[in-house]
């Protein structure tokens, strides 16, 4: 039975295609810039598109986001959020901010490996981290700041990190130990390290963008997935998935990327309401992070049909045990340094 998720995350307004916002956004962009009707200069449009429901951390980022700007901009700069893939989804997203047909953009940190920026992937590794201020103790420091920086290289401006949590693992049966995930079909969003862990538990990894999970579970092309518990709940996966195992194996975050091009290309003023109105939609965002999960967790507890597992240290012990070549893995394709660089910032703490 699926859970109701009316009590915490109300259900989003259809959306329409991402190409019919894409049309309607050039439509409106180029009504702004008709000549002979304007009386002051068009406002600055800046599309932001991701793709989890509004509901999520990410999702209120962004509408925070929007409102700052709006009150502080005076008209100035025009904020247009989509979300659930509306615009653009997991698989062209990236593509699409280079080429100047959106303008700011948070993936999850998994997807910078696939655009050529594998360092991201440490952020991957499974039992890497404990909990949230150890994140940020990378995040936050010199060497979140020196991978925000490499994104230049693809044509991506860094502007900062938000976190959503740690991943918890569903499916038609507990996940407790290895032995469980034995020959699973399990949904990730990435390949490299995702992939790797899988295989490292027995199970076969199938590489999917978020958009399509809930078809590829119906179909039973994957049985399988790893989500922070909001996106479980806000995506409603409980329908084929009423096992939640509390595996707690990985984190996953996000970074804020901006078309460089569009960026420059905002007047400096506008420019620094942009960047302040940001810093504190993300300072939000992280503070919601940890509440709206325990709210999922409280909620899913609550739900008829779905059973919550809490792992024992032994059950983690031996998942993170069985993990360990996923490091030894990483260590050697990007050499010592950046891993080395991660445990010194997490012993530093």
């Excluded at 180029?30 to 406002?43: N, R």
């Excluded at 909001?230 to 329908?239: I, K, V």
């Excluded at 240290?313 to 360990?324: N, P």
Aim: with cysteine; glycine share 8%.
């Amino acid at each position: 039975m699926p859970p109701d998720r009316s009590t915490l995350f109300p259900a989003a307004p259809a959306r329409p295609s991402r190409r019919v916002c894409l049309g309607a956004g050039l439509a409106a962009a180029a009504t702004l810039v008709a000549p002979g009707v304007l009386s002051q200069p068009a406002p600055v449009l800046l599309r932001l598109s991701h793709v989890v429901a509004p509901d999520t951390p990410k999702g209120q980022m962004a509408q925070h986001f929007q409102a700052l700007v709006h009150e502080r901009a005076s008209g100035r700069i025009r904020v247009s959020v989509y979300p659930d893939s509306s615009l653009w989804g997991d698989d062209d997203e990236m593509e699409a901010l280079r080429l100047g047909a959106v303008e700011m953009l948070a993936p999850s940190l998994s997807k910078f490996g696939m655009a050529g920026v594998p360092e991201f992937e440490v952020f991957d590794l499974p039992y890497l981290f404990t909990d949230l201020a150890q994140v940020r103790r990378v995040t936050q420091g010199a060497v979140g700041r020196e991978l925000l920086q490499r994104l230049g290289r693809q044509q991506m401006l860094g502007l900062g990190y938000l976190d959503n949590g740690f991943k918890q693992m569903s499916a038609h049966r507990p996940l407790r130990q290895p032995s469980d995930l034995e020959g699973l079909r399990m949904r990730v969003q990435a390949p490299g390290v995702l992939e790797a862990q899988m295989q490292a538990w027995g199970a076969q990894p199938i590489v999917l963008p978020f958009a399509e999970t809930q078809r590829a579970l119906s179909s039973g092309l994957v049985e399988g997935t790893e989500n922070p518990l909001s996106n479980f709940l806000t995506q409603g996966l409980a329908t084929w998935q009423p096992h939640v195992s509390l595996t707690r194996h990985g984190y996953l975050g996000y970074a804020v990327v901006a078309n460089p091009r569009f960026w420059n290309s905002v007047p400096r003023a506008d420019r620094a309401v942009l960047t302040t109105a940001l810093a504190e939609a993300l300072a939000h965002g992280n503070r919601l992070s940890a509440e709206l999960d325990r709210q999922a967790l409280h909620q899913l507890r609550q739900t008829p049909g779905v059973q919550v597992h809490d792992l024992s240290d032994a059950e983690r012990a031996a998942l993170r045990q069985a993990a360990q070549p996923v490091h030894a893995g990483l260590r050697q394709r990007l050499g010592a340094g950046l891993v080395d660089a991660v445990h010194r910032a997490l012993a530093a703490g």
